[in-house]
């Protein structure tokens, strides 16, 4: 059974930095990309970026270039997303997801990861 | 950025009945589409990939259709666990992006 496990929610304040997690687990890790979704508080879907677990490639969002950093460690099956300056506005709902083998839809999602900014 | 734009923003549609939701690409994406449907609480769920194939498990009263620019997710009886979010993914121009969603509500 494919599955994509994050890790809990966080509570930071601004300026802090944060790594969060993603492990997946049921399938080749090194043969789908993983994707970060955002969803901000009773808003939408928002593309983040994917990253190729394989050999580290990486694409981002213009929106969210250099504001974030993905990446991956394959030894344990694992993607993340972090920020080294929190903001306020970086509070919401992220998501991770698995790339298809066929296109650019997600097909398996985790649970979510809160995350939470506040001084 | 290939903008997608989703109509309506809310639905309100009886059980049983048919509802259609819209979704239109600011360009061409070819047949790169794809519906989610969002619960509350939940993560997305993937329904309909390459604008009208449906995804494992996803019962048949889902379809989609359209290419290009203009894209249709129609729901032929809606069951009570169909009242959800739904966002249109559009995976064919970079950035790829979601469009906005539409609430379909009980009426």
């Known amino acids: 059974e494919v599955q994509l496990v994050q890790s809990g929610a966080e509570v930071k304040k601004p300026g802090e930095s944060l790594k969060i997690s993603c492990k997946g687990s049921g399938y080749s890790f090194t043969s789908y990309w993983i994707g970060w979704v955002r969803q901000m508080p009773g808003k939408g879907l928002e593309w983040m970026g994917i990253?190729?677990?394989?050999?580290?490639?990486?694409r981002y969002s213009p929106s969210f270039q250099g504001h974030v950093t993905i990446s991956a460690d394959k030894s344990i099956t694992t993607a993340s997303l972090q920020w080294s300056s929190l903001k306020a506005s970086d509070t919401a709902m992220y998501y991770c997801?698995?790339?298809?083998?066929?296109?650019?839809?997600?097909?398996?999602w985790g649970q979510g990861t809160l995350v939470t900014v506040s001084s | 950025e290939t903008v997608m734009t989703q109509s309506p923003a809310t639905l309100s549609v009886s059980p049983g009945e048919r509802a259609t939701l819209s979704c239109r690409a600011s360009?061409?994406?070819?047949?790169?589409l794809a519906w989610y449907q969002q619960k509350p609480g939940q993560a997305p769920r993937l329904l309909i990939y390459?604008?009208?194939a449906r995804a494992t498990g996803i019962p048949a009263r889902f379809s989609g259709s359209g290419s290009g620019t203009e894209f249709t997710l129609t729901i032929s009886s809606l069951q009570s666990e169909d009242f959800a979010v739904y966002y249109c993914q559009q995976y064919n121009n970079w950035p790829f992006t979601f469009g906005q969603g539409t609430k379909l509500e009980i009426k």
């Open positions: 360009q061409s994406v070819s047949s790169n």
């Open positions: 990253i190729n677990p394989g050999d580290s490639d990486t």
């Open positions: 390459g604008a009208s």
């Open positions: 997801a698995r790339l298809s083998a066929v296109a650019g839809e997600f097909d398996y």
